[in-house]
T-cell receptor
Framework: SAVISQKPSRDICQRGTSLTIQCQVDSQVTMMFWYRQQPGQSLTLIATANQGSEATYESGFVIDKFPISRPNLTFSTLTVSNMSPEDSSIYLCSVFMAELDDGLGSYEQYFGPGTRLTVT | AQRVTQPEKLLSVFKGAPVELKCNYS??????LFWYVQYSRQRLQLLLRHISRESIKGFTADLNKGETSFHLKKPFAQEEDSAMYYCALIEPGGFKTIFGAGTRLFVKA
């Protein structure tokens, strides 16, 4: 299993500013994933953060708006830049861990508690 | 395009009644299907996956490839089942999860 923590848990920010969200995992993982959950909507993958290489962004998300750092195998940050009210969301960090005892070679996805961002 | 559809935003049932949360998917291939649950003030967590064919907390889900559905069922709902439920799929061998919009289940006493 994996235990994921995020900081901050919530914040209220003014438009035009930036916020950096931290994600810490208690195990070493190759990939860390950042999701966004806008009010009343489902989770949408923003990007995949790989240690030692550039993050891979999904369609509709760009590095200038959501720069990501991945300095080691247990930590990542996501910055929401030049914020607008449309960026008000819950941002979640996620990892996959191999389920070694299920005999299926499968992985389980774990999520952080989320960072609730409100942009005024 | 890959898509997961949960047609019901809210499902309200009485305790002891059967419950079925619907999920349909669009994918040209054989994806892995999952149900995730988020209880109040808790983080999102895996409930069950189709490949393990197990029952978790009394819930089961059968993958119907012909109907491209993966409905979640429980014969007798309990109040503690009240939560947000998300259906999701992942491409085989991949790690990109596509989530449905979620269904909020409310079990009334």
């Amino acid at each position: 299993s994996a235990v994921i923590s995020q900081k901050p848990s919530r914040d209220i920010c003014q438009r035009g500013t930036s916020l950096t969200i931290q994600c810490q995992v208690d195990s070493q993982v190759t990939m860390m994933f950042w999701y966004r959950q806008q009010p009343g909507q489902s989770l949408t993958l923003i990007a995949t953060a790989n240690q030692g290489s550039e993050a891979t962004y999904e369609s509709g998300f760009v590095i200038d708006k959501f720069p990501i750092s991945r300095p080691n195998l247990t930590f990542s940050t996501l910055t929401v830049s030049n914020m607008s009210p449309e960026d008000s969301s819950i941002y979640l960090c996620s990892v996959f861990m191999a389920e070694l005892d299920d005999g299926l070679g499968s992985y389980e996805q774990y999520f952080g508690p989320g960072t609730r961002l409100t942009v005024t | 395009a890959q898509r997961v559809t949960q047609p019901e935003k809210l499902l309200s049932v009485f305790k002891g009644a059967p419950v079925e949360l619907k999920c349909n998917y669009s994918y040209s291939g054989s994806p892995e299907l999952f149900w995730y649950v988020q209880y109040s003030r808790q983080r999102l967590q895996l409930l069950l996956r189709h490949i393990s064919r197990e029952s978790i907390k009394g819930f089961t889900a059968d993958l119907n490839k012909g109907e491209t559905s993966f409905h979640l069922k429980k014969p007798f709902a309990q109040e503690e089942d009240s939560a947000m439920y998300y259906c999701a799929l992942i491409e085989p061998g991949g790690f990109k999860t596509i989530f449905g919009a979620g269904t909020r289940l409310f079990v009334k006493a």
